[in-house]
């Protein structure tokens, strides 16, 4: 477990079905995402052990998936944080309850997602969007992301005229 100035970031268990069921009740938050229906549970539960099983045998990668709660009593459940990591770079993604947007939160767990990336020694992050979120390409860009064309660093979720934007890691971090 961690913790920003605000927020606690946890591994994503099963445990919190129950939790991503009520923080992404409505279809506002997953409106640009192929998430299960926001309200069952149970396809939580069954989407959340497909993520903590992670990556498929053979595969190279790792699956990183976070939880991000508020740190206040009861730390309800704010958004979500994902990464795949490639080797040398990661791609991310992120969803937050839409009654918790215009907060900060996701810039806060963005940014912590970012450094504990380049602190696993990730060089370069990449992200695709959706042209028509708004909110997730200005959160890119408060972060530090640039709109970009990375050839052979396509995100495997990158849908046909998605956005892709990227981060040097490492130059977040301070490095060379």
Do not use: C
């Amino acid at each position: 477990m961690w913790e920003t100035q605000r927020l606690v970031v946890a591994n994503v268990t099963v445990a919190d079905a129950g939790d991503y069921a009520v923080a992404f009740g409505d279809r506002e938050s997953a409106r640009f995402l192929g998430s299960p229906d926001p309200g069952d549970a149970v396809e939580w539960a069954s989407q959340i052990a497909r993520w903590t099983a992670g990556a498929p045998k053979g595969s190279t990668d790792e699956w990183l998936n976070f939880s991000v709660r508020l740190q206040e009593f009861g730390r309800p459940l704010v958004g979500r944080l994902q990464a795949t990591v490639h080797g040398f770079w990661a791609e991310v993604a992120w969803v937050f309850s839409s009654a918790q947007w215009r907060r900060g939160y996701a810039t806060e767990a963005g940014r912590w997602l970012v450094a504990h990336l380049a602190d696993r020694g990730i060089d370069t992050i990449v992200a695709s969007v959706d042209p028509g979120n708004r909110a997730s390409v200005g959160l890119l860009n408060r972060i530090g992301f640039s709109l970009t064309e990375i050839p052979g660093l396509v995100p495997d979720s990158y849908d046909s005229g998605d956005l892709v934007f990227a981060l040097r890691a490492n130059i977040q971090r301070g490095g060379q």
